[in-house]
Every structure is written in structure tokens, then in C-alpha cells.
């Protein structure tokens, strides 16, 4: 079996989480090559809610959990999340998890810089991005301005010092240029050394055990965060994330040869969400969202926010699988559906009376899509939990067959339920 790269096929939240540790299970290794601390993972295991954010899922199922290089941690967020985990009587050591020393820190400050970036953007456009405020673009930022800290420099108390006169020569000049506070070195330091001891047990050579794994056969699973729609090249600019979500990141944000790379496993709702600001065609802000939102609990895992909600949009996944290198889907909560009279996909847009089938680069005509609707037959009763292709209702099946069609490549996987095994598999090469 070869390894396999988990993708987020739309604006994130599609259950990349769940996929993973379903996957896991025939895997050696789980590993996270994008985001950080934004991300939020959830996993329900006989009841039991697992919310992760920066720990590969695959230590639910006693599996190695790597963290990449192209990943930000936040050491702080690291080492409170591992305490969250243990209270589920899940221990997360430095035998289950290895870290890249190569991978970018995020710091207080990046989160400081994160609101005022926001506040900004709102003072000037109206409008901010909506991020999760966790400082996740501007250590990233830092990283591609080449001033920024990255996990290994925690050994090496000198050049940490250093490297922080240069991190705060940069940002203390934009604080103060806006009428902020300015960080101070010490504190700073001082945090960072006393995080030291417990974080660098983790760290280690990603990149080799990578390669080790893989030549000794073993299977690997890269863990997507956020999606393909979220994605700095490929997302709808500026409303995304600032990391390569699609699976080519998987190579260049773990030290995996792209050619390693199997296949790539998208996953995507039956219907559609998106968090924060930004174009979304097939939106519903009207009572049949709010449905979808109460009916699939549409609150992000981290921040509580509520989720937009809307029906799927076949153009945005057709184009998401292209630019993604997606071969096979896993749909997820067709459970969510149950009850409502009308479904429908969106299978077309127009833009200023024409139709069009991608997504315009430019996103004022972003703005102006109109979706084109095709409306199916709802289905009686209920599909929450089934597990074989023959118990759905045909409607749901001609659903899933449509989509299936719509999308051009096979459907895997159909997912009925939060718990790990309330799926239907319809493809074994996993
Ligand atoms: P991720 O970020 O892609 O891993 O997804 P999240 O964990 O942020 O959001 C997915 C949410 O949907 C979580 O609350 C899951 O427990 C839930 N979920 C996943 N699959 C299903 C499903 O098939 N049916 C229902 N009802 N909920 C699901
Ligand atoms: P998972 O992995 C959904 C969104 C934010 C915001 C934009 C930029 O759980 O699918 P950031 O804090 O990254 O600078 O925010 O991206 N966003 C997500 N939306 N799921 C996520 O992760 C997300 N991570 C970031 O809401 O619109
Ligand atoms: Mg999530």
C-alpha cells in the first residue's frame, strides 16, 4: 500500500481529522506538513472527542505522529495541547511524536502582529481576512523574511538571544510606527528558555525518519491542514491561510521526495462550510443554512466561531482537485442531510450573464458569481451511522453518484457520523 496524502478539498472543517485516523489505522506514521495551532482536528473514538490541533491524529491510534517542517509551532500551544490530550488518558511523548528541528516558531508576538494586521485590513478595506488569531501568517511571514525562529535554535540560548534582536528590530519599528506597545527582549527569552527543556525531547530529524520509514516499507499518512480553497497559491487571495495546504506541501513541508507520494485522498463535505471572510458562490444565508449549521454543528473546533454554510459547489472541487494532485474523495456527513426537503449542488456559475466554469483569479468577479443550482430528491428517514453502500436510500445513492460524476474521479469513502467507524468504504486500495 502506498503512502497517502490527505487534502482538505474546500475551505477546511471537511473531517480531514476523522479520514486520517480511519486511514491510520493501516499506517506506520501520521505526519503534519502545513499550519499550525489553527487547525483543529477532531476525532470520536466510542465517545470519547478528541480535539487536536497540532498532534498528528494518528497517536490516537498509537502510531508515530510527525511534525514537519512546513508546520508553525507554537511551543506554548504545543505543550498545552499534549496536557489537554493526557486528561483523555492519551500520553503524548517523545516516543510517539517527533518534531522537525527546521520547523518555524510561533511566538506571542506574531499573535500581537496577527490583530493589528487585522485591524488594519478592516481600517483600510472594510473587511478582515477572519483569521484565527493564533499568529499563524505572520510567523510565517517571518520565516519567508528570513529573521524567523525556528524549533532547533531552543538549544542554543546565544543565538536565540541574537536572533530575537533582529526579530523585534523588525516588528518594534511597525508597533511603534502604529502607536502600539513594543515587545521587550527579556520576557521573551526568558519564556522561550523555560519551554526549552520540555519541547526539545521532541525534536529530531523528520526528514530521515521520513526516509528510513519508507525505505523499510512502512506506510506514512500526511495529514493536510486546512484545504485546497485556504491554500496562498491556490486559494481564493487574500482570504486564505499562509501555508501550502495542497499535497505537493506534503514534500517540501516534510522532506518526503514527491515522488514518495502515492496518491492523494481529498476530502470534502456533501455540502459546504467556510470560516472567517471571503468569496463562498454557493452560500446560504438564509434559514436553509442555519439548518445545515444546527444540524452539523458547524462551530469551528478551536475558536467557537460560527461556520458559513452552504451547498457544495462542484466548480470549486473540480478546480480543488486539479491544482491538488486529488485522486479519490471521502465525502463526508451525509447524515447531515437526513430531513431536509430540498438538496441541492452547485454545478455552474455565471459571471455577469455569462457562464463560466472555474474560479475568476480576480476577486471583485470572485465576488459576482452567481451558482448555478441542480436540485436533487431528499430522502426519508435516516442515514446517521449506516455502514454498507446497500441500507441508503436510492436518493442519497443517486446524491453521491452525481457528485461522484461532477467531480471526475472516484468517490472512496462516505462518511454517516462522527464516531470512527460510521462510514461506508466503498474502495479497499486504502
Ligand atoms: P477537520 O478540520 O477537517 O479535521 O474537521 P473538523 O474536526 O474541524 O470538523 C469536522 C466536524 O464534523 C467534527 O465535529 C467531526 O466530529 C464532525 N464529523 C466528521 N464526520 C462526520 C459525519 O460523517 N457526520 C457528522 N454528523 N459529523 C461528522
Ligand atoms: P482545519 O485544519 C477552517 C481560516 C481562517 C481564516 C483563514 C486564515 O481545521 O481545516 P489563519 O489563522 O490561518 O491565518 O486564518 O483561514 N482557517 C481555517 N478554516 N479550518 C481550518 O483548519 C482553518 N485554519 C485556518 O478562518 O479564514
Ligand atoms: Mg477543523
Redesign the pocket.
Known sequence: MSNVVVV?AQ????G?GRVVDWLAEKADIVARYN?GH????TLVVDGKTYKLALIPSGVVRGKLGVIGNGVAVDPEALLAEIARIAELGLQVTPEVLQIAETATLVLPIHRAI?AAQEQLRTGTTGSA??????G??PAYEDKIGRRGLRICDLADPERLSAKLDLLLAHHNAWFRGLGLVPFEKGPMLEGLLQLAPQVLPFVGRVWETLDKAHTNKQRIVFEG???VM?DIDWGSYP????STTIAAGAASGTGIAPSHIGSVLGVSKVYATR????PFVSELDDPLGEALRARGREY??NTGRPRRCGWLDTVQLRQSIKVAGIDQLALTKLDVLDGFDDICICTGYELDGQRIDHIPANDAEQQRLKPLLKRFDAWKGSTQGLRSWNDLPAEAKALIGAIQAEAGIPVAMVTTGPERDDAIVLRSSF
Do not use: C, M
Open positions: 482538505g475551505w477546511g472543517d471537511e480531514k499550519g489553527n487547525a483543529g482536528h496577527d481576512i477572519g483569521t484565527t488569531l493564533r499563524i501568517g491542514s486546512q484545504a485556504l482570504y486564505v491561510t499562509s470560516v472567517g471572510g471571503g469551528g473546533v
